[in-house]
């Protein structure tokens, strides 16, 4: 199995051009997966729907989360889609089986207020501080995930047209820079980031006081500083500015289709969760003004 689990995540890896982040997610569902059949003395090319399912069962006993659950169902069955297609087996054990039903969860959002308030914490009298205001401005304006921020390289800002490439995995979008932002992100790439770099290598846009790249850790302590700065209450990660981004865009009149395409989401239905933190103002504008409403 070791040896078929090897291969697989290299399929992933050099077919399918998987992030290391997606990729790492589904090593550990195999790799679990693995010491399940291990410890069960079970035959993984022989298993059936029945042995598949008794595993879900039993990820939900050991308290794991219906999204876990499915996340991992998703794995494995992608496991056993790659056995098929190398032939190793004839059918795949998963295909019937249907994933656990998951509950949206209302992602946490900041008012414009408290984006307000986080934002105007770093002050730009230092080389950090400098840099901060540009990354959490930047965070802000174009709704990325942290990881793909923290991969940007310098080349991938246009700083002249005021957009950012965004080519994280196999999919790449443009995501405009507001003023602000921009402004800040210039500030940073002339007056801080070349003093933070010891090597001129270094292509990462965003780079620690030691000059390296960032990584999704120090973003977080970052973000939760200023938060604490703030004196905000709410949990803030990195994600809670991508939600606020989203919402305040369609709180403001943006198109749903657009904000989809901004955040790089697959399918409208992810984008449609922020449906339910549109104002009052235009729930009201509606009712009025539509025949049906």
Not at 169 to 182: A, E, T, V
Not at 262 to 286: A, P, R
Request: aromatic fraction near 8%.
């Amino acid at each position: 199995m070791e040896k078929q689990i090897t291969l697989f995540l290299e399929f992933l890896q050099n077919d399918k051009k998987l992030s290391d982040n997606t990729l790492q997610s589904y090593k550990r569902d195999i790799m679990q997966y693995q010491a399940y059949v291990n410890l069960n003395n079970i035959n993984y090319l022989k298993v059936d729907e029945k042995k598949i399912k008794e595993y879900l069962q039993y990820l939900q006993e050991i308290g794991k989360k219906s999204s876990t659950v499915s996340r991992s169902l998703a794995s494995i069955r992608s496991f056993y889609q790659f056995l098929v297609r190398t032939k190793i087996i004839s059918q795949d054990p998963t295909e019937s089986i249907q994933s656990p039903k998951i509950e949206k969860r209302i992602p946490s959002i900041l008012t414009s207020k408290e984006i307000e308030l986080l934002l105007d914490q770093p002050k730009d009298v230092d080389l950090k501080g400098t840099r901060d205001k540009a990354m959490l401005e930047f965070a802000y304006a174009t709704g990325m995930r942290v990881t793909e921020i923290i991969s940007l390289n310098i080349e991938d800002v246009n700083l002249e047209e005021g957009y950012v490439l965004c080519k994280f995995g196999s999919k790449q979008r443009n995501i405009p820079l507001g003023s602000l932002s921009l402004k800040a992100l210039k500030e940073y790439i002339e007056e801080s980031r070349p003093y933070l770099i010891r090597d001129e290598s270094v292509n990462a846009l965003f780079v620690n006081i030691n000059g390296k790249r960032l990584t999704r850790q120090g973003f977080w302590k970052i973000v939760k500083y200023y938060k604490e700065q703030a004196h905000i209450t709410k949990e803030i990660t990195p994600h809670v500015l991508r939600h606020s981004f989203a919402t305040h865009l369609l709180q403001n009149g943006a198109d749903l289709k657009a904000i989809q395409t901004m955040l790089g989401h697959s399918d409208i239905s992810s984008t449609q969760v922020y449906m339910q933190f549109q104002d009052e103002g235009i729930k009201n504008v509606y009712r009025k003004a539509h025949p049906r409403a």
